[in-house]
Each structure stands twice: as structure tokens, then as C-alpha cells.
Nanobody, 121 residues
Framework: VQLRESGGGSMQAGGALRISCAVSGGPFSSYKMGWFRQAPGEDREFVASIWNGRSTFYADSVKGRFTVSGDDAKNVVYLQMNSLKPEDTAVYYC????????????????WGQGTQVTVSS
């Protein structure tokens, strides 16, 4: 499995951005996919997960603002981020779940290279 994130950039607080994760090596809907983020000097933290193509779970910090979805035809997983805050600034990674808790980075075994999202106040 190979993952490639794209779509990151710089935004003003309150803005919106959609980042993408292109999946190769199998249909994304056959995997449990996760989005994580890592700010400078911080641990990589869970953001959202999608499985069975449409079941989702979110971290409390992004619930109601972020939406994870997928496009079967393009084999791409998206993270739509609305009402962005400066504390959302981080490198965002998508990953394939292997086993264990979906909110734990230790449960994922394939990772993309990440895409930078910067939110200014």
C-alpha cells in the first residue's frame, strides 16, 4: 500500500481547506484509514478515521469542523477542514490501520509523507 497526501497550504483562521490522500495497492474502502497530525515538538495525534467507505470517527478537537470521506472511483480519502484555527497547524498524515485502537498511531502500519497545513490568526 502506498499513500500520498496533497492539498496542504496556508490559511487564515476561520477558513476551509480540503486535503487528499491518494491510495494505491488496493481500494481504500477495504482498509480502515486514519488521518493524524503532528505539530512541531508535539506527538502525532489522531484526527479522524473512516472504514467500510463511510463509517467515521473523530477526535473531540475536530468534531463538527472536520469531515472525512472517500471517493471510490478515484481511490482517494479526503479530509475537509472547516472553521480552521491556529492550533490546527500541523503536518497532516494519512495512514492504514493494522490492528488495535483506531485513535492510536501505533495501530497503523502504512503512512504517507504528510502535507503541511498552516493556519494564521
Amino acid at each position: 500500500v502506498q499513500l500520498r497526501e496533497s492539498g496542504g497550504g496556508s490559511m487564515q483562521a476561520g477558513g476551509a481547506l480540503r486535503i487528499s490522500c491518494a491510495v494505491s495497492g488496493g481500494p481504500f474502502s477495504s482498509y480502515k484509514m486514519g488521518w493524524f497530525r503532528q505539530a512541531p515538538g508535539e506527538d502525532r495525534e489522531f484526527v479522524a478515521s473512516i472504514w467500510n467507505g463511510r463509517s467515521t470517527f473523530y477526535a473531540d478537537s475536530v468534531k463538527g469542523r472536520f469531515t472525512v470521506s472517500g471517493d471510490d472511483a478515484k481511490n482517494v480519502v479526503y479530509l475537509q477542514m472547516n472553521s480552521l484555527k491556529p492550533e490546527d497547524t500541523a503536518v497532516y498524515y494519512c495512514a492504514v490501520h493494522y490492528s488495535g485502537d483506531i485513535w492510536s498511531r501505533l495501530s497503523y502500519d502504512y503512512w504517507g509523507q504528510g502535507t503541511q497545513v498552516t493556519v494564521s490568526s
